[in-house]
């Protein structure tokens, strides 16, 4: 009996062990996560096991490596910055499981060299570091996985590049770290320049391209649908 019981006790240390052995992804953090995670959960942060910087370094709290299946668009992006501008562009993510309304559907962490980013409802600084912005809570939830980025250029010159880092996590909604849940990455950088280049803006992407092309805005009447005297009238008939 006693034999046993020794045995027994063998067999549940050893499975304990072997959990303890096990390779941690973390948890889900969808009110936001930017800077440093601390992925075994022991309260210190080391180089070795932990992340020092999600944006830079992925979600590995969802899964363990990214996948270009999720793509990254950055729209509105300068081709420079200007001392002391403000810029707006607008971060969306495409790809992955599909969209839980009902729930959480995705988020991002996102961090620049210089400079700083103001948060709104849907997104906020991490760690009152204003050079990071990742999703709130209400981000987390929004129904088309797009997000506005704001970044203020640094007011003086003399910087020369500044660097971006940008990780985009695309979930299911079931508030864990389940397969269905994928990342990606978006890493670019802008030259410094005196005044606006008078290029405009552009749009950054990171994924396979495997994607739909959104729905286009409808604007205006379509002409099946005015009246036949109108349409004559349109079409140069009248």
């Given at each position: 009996?006693?034999a046993?019981g020794?045995?027994?006790r063998?067999?549940?240390?050893?499975?304990?062990?072997?959990?303890l052995?096990?390779?941690?992804v973390?948890k889900?953090y969808?009110?936001?996560?930017?800077?440093?995670?601390?992925?075994?959960?022991?309260?210190?942060?080391?180089a070795?096991?932990?992340?020092?910087?999600?944006?830079?370094?992925?979600?590995?709290?969802?899964n363990a490596?990214p996948?270009?299946?999720?793509?990254?668009?950055l729209?509105?992006v300068?081709y420079?910055?200007?001392?002391g501008?403000?810029?707006?562009?607008?971060l969306?993510l495409i790809?992955g499981?599909?969209?839980n309304?009902a729930?959480?559907?995705?988020g991002?962490?996102?961090?620049?060299?210089?400079?700083?980013?103001?948060?709104?409802m849907?997104?906020?600084?991490?760690?009152?570091d204003?050079?990071?912005?990742?999703?709130?809570?209400?981000?987390?939830t929004?129904?088309d996985?797009k997000?506005?980025i704001?970044?203020?250029a640094?007011?003086?010159?003399?910087?020369g590049?500044?660097h971006?880092?940008?990780?985009?996590n695309?979930?299911?909604?079931?508030n864990?770290?389940?397969?269905?849940?994928?990342?990606n990455?978006?890493?670019?950088?802008l030259?410094?320049?005196?005044?606006?280049s008078?290029?405009?803006t552009?749009?950054?992407?990171a994924?396979d391209?495997?994607v739909?092309?959104p729905?286009?805005?409808e604007?205006?009447?379509?002409?099946?649908?005015?009246g036949?005297?109108l349409?004559?009238?349109?079409?140069?008939?009248?």
């Amino acid at each position: 009996m006693l034999a046993k019981g020794l045995k027994f006790r063998n067999i549940i240390a050893l499975a304990l062990m072997a959990m303890l052995l096990l390779p941690s992804v973390g948890k889900a953090y969808p009110s936001g996560i930017a800077g440093p995670y601390d992925v075994n959960g022991d309260g210190s942060i080391d180089a070795e096991n932990d992340l020092l910087d999600v944006a830079k370094e992925g979600c590995t709290c969802h899964n363990a490596v990214p996948t270009n299946s999720v793509q990254i668009i950055l729209d509105d992006v300068p081709y420079s910055w200007v001392p002391g501008q403000s810029y707006t562009m607008v971060l969306q993510l495409i790809g992955g499981p599909d969209i839980n309304s009902a729930s959480n559907t995705g988020g991002f962490s996102m961090r620049a060299s210089e400079g700083s980013f103001t948060g709104d409802m849907m997104t906020q600084n991490g760690d009152d570091d204003e050079k990071t912005l990742t999703h709130t809570q209400a981000g987390a939830t929004t129904d088309d996985r797009k997000w506005t980025i704001i970044w203020d250029a640094p007011a003086e010159g003399g910087i020369g590049a500044i660097h971006f880092w940008i990780t985009g996590n695309s979930v299911d909604g079931l508030n864990g770290n389940g397969g269905a849940d994928v990342w990606n990455q978006l890493i670019f950088f802008l030259t410094e320049s005196d005044e606006d280049s008078g290029l405009g803006t552009r749009t950054l992407f990171a994924g396979d391209g495997n994607v739909a092309p959104p729905e286009p805005t409808e604007q205006g009447v379509p002409i099946h649908e005015m009246g036949a005297h109108l349409r004559a009238h349109w079409l140069g008939l009248l």
